[in-house]
């Protein structure tokens, strides 16, 4: 059976995933004032970080519409497999949803079946459950088990820490939703943070220095991939603008875990707004 794999733009693509032919990407929308951009492949980092920094407004994000992704479930493919954000801080989970049923109302007679996945995340776990999907789907699983198997995967095998030098558009645009409280009260030292299960955000550990937050960052990942086989699994670090400290957080991880594959990924537009200047988000399964 011949498949897509459908990701919105918060998904940190490698340099093999933009080979994939049967990948397509739904764009959000980033806004700085009267500046409005595609999250796409001409997303510049730099500079829209720069713009976010001379600004005074703060920047902003819109998902998709249900309209392009309806699109994105079109051509000959006999599955779909979208992928989102959670919707716990993006609407996309559920403008995906809604696409889904436009395009079967707009195709009654079609056979082809579609499934939403909520990554409970973004950034490279999204781009770890794309890759699994892939594995399955290329192996012949059946599409029910392979929703079943990716959606089990996320929730159980699945983590994403992630250290930032600002909160201010988390706050600004209200993603921190219950860790609020506890980094309005922090916000003077380095913070780690991670997803929940549940695709929320809450505080995992602090520290004044920036050294020791590296290698507590490496120590999670020991943590809660202590006794797992990791020799064909993928950790991804994605940066905003800070390659040599992700490549710090590369060896440390290399060097802490049984990880041989850890990549450093530049974070997409939609993760570089909320991950803001010398954000980091590190993602991992086991």
């Known amino acids: 059976m011949s498949y897509k794999i459908v990701v919105d733009s918060c998904c940190d693509l490698t340099a093999e995933m933009k080979e994939w032919s049967n990948l397509t990407v739904v764009p959000l929308t980033l806004q700085i004032g009267d500046y409005i951009i595609q999250d796409d492949e001409n997303f510049d980092q730099e500079d829209f970080i720069q713009r976010m920094l001379s600004s005074s407004e703060l920047a902003k994000s819109a998902c998709p519409s249900p309209d392009a992704f309806a699109a994105a479930c079109e051509g000959d493919e006999d599955e779909v497999y979208i992928i989102t954000i959670t919707d716990k801080l993006s609407g996309c989970y559920n403008s995906a949803v809604q696409g889904v ?150 060896k440390a991880i290399k060097e802490k875990t049984g990880y041989e594959n850890v990549i450093a990924l530049k974070a997409s537009g939609l993760n570089s707004l909320y991950a803001s200047n010398n954000g980091i988000i590190v993602s991992f399964s086991k």
């Not at 955000?201 to 937050?213: F, H, P, Q, V, Y």
């Open 101 to 250: 049923t436009l395009y079967k109302e707009d195709h009654p007679d079609s056979t082809k079946k579609i499934h939403v996945i909520n990554s409970l995340a973004t950034s490279g776990l999204e781009t770890i459950l794309a890759y699994k999907i892939k594995e399955l789907a290329d192996n012949g699983t059946d599409f029910d088990e392979i929703v079943k198997t990716v959606e089990e995967f996320c929730v159980k095998d699945c983590f994403l820490y992630f250290y930032l030098e600002s909160f201010d558009a988390l706050k600004g645009n209200g993603r921190l939703f219950n860790l609020g409280a506890k980094v309005i009260e922090a916000l003077r030292v380095k913070l780690i943070c991670k997803r929940t299960d549940y695709g929320n955000i809450t505080l995992a550990g602090k520290d004044l220095s920036e050294t020791r937050i590296i290698q507590k960052l490496a120590a999670f990942v020991q943590r809660e991939t202590e006794g797992a086989d990791l020799t064909d699994k993928t950790a991804i670090v994605s940066y905003v603008c800070c390659k040599e400290k992700a490549e710090a957080i590369v």
